[in-house]
């Protein structure tokens, strides 16, 4: 199967520090991966698109310079989202499509994120 | 834009029954659907999917329909089971490169009772 790892599973943090997310395909290369984010009881909301070695695409409302992605190999992606505030509190999941081919992009666990 | 919707927060059912999971979009160049069942503080586990070319997809206990026409997806599953019970995600995507990049309906919550 295709495995996608996040970590942490949750994280909590001091509002104004900053705090990284990592996600790793184990098992196959995934030269796109995809952040998205989860507030309670809501759907999850695209927020970008990593591409391996280059610049990450970002949805519309999604602040670039808070939230930092770099794709620096075919297996891991990180998001840090920088100085952090209450607002920024969620739960961030990403996602990962096998390079070369097919339709289905792999899920992490999630990463709870809450800034105090 | 809620450009996918799921119109029903929560769907309750007897075991052995069936569940349908409604799914309505708007977009006319998503051409690829997805199913997924996600439990809190998860991340979603894909269930079934189905390309616009076809009509309808099964894969054991759960086939999905779609109608192009309408714009409308369900899911059914058959029969339905208490490790069911979870909140059910459908996501829209347009082919090509742009695979992976999903578009989510806001969720619909199957408890399945014993």
């Known amino acids: 199967g295709a495995v996608v790892s996040q970590h942490p599973s949750w994280v909590i943090c001091k509002s104004g520090t900053s705090v990284k997310i990592e996600c790793r395909s184990l098992?196959?290369?995934?030269?796109?991966m995809f952040w998205y984010r989860q507030f309670p009881k809501q759907s999850l909301m695209l927020m970008a698109t990593?591409?391996?070695?280059?610049?990450?695409?970002?949805e519309q409302g999604v602040e670039k310079d808070k939230f930092l992605i770099n794709h620096a190999s075919l297996t891991l992606s990180t998001l840090t989202v920088t100085s952090a505030h209450p607002e920024d509190s969620s739960f961030y999941i990403c996602s990962a499509r096998r390079t070369g081919g097919g339709t289905e992009a792999f899920f992490g666990q999630g990463t709870r994120l809450t800034v105090v | 834009d809620q450009q996918v919707k799921q119109n029903s927060p929560s769907l309750s059912v007897q075991e052995g029954r069936i569940s349908i999971l409604n799914c309505d979009y708007t977009n006319s160049m998503f051409d690829y659907f997805l199913w997924y069942k996600k439990y809190p503080a998860e991340g979603p586990t894909f269930l079934i999917s189905?390309?616009?070319?076809?009509d309808k997809n099964e894969d054991g206990r759960f086939t999905v329909f779609l109608n192009k026409s309408a714009k409308h997806l369900s899911l059914h599953i058959v029969p339905s089971q208490p490790g069911d019970s979870a909140v059910y995600f459908c996501a829209a995507t347009v082919g090509g490169t742009s695979y992976g990049k999903l578009t989510f309906g806001q969720g619909t919550i199957l408890t399945v009772h014993p």
């Open positions: 990593s591409n391996e070695g280059s610049k990450a695409t970002y």
């Open positions: 098992d196959f290369q995934a030269t796109t």
């Open positions: 189905i390309s616009s070319i076809k």
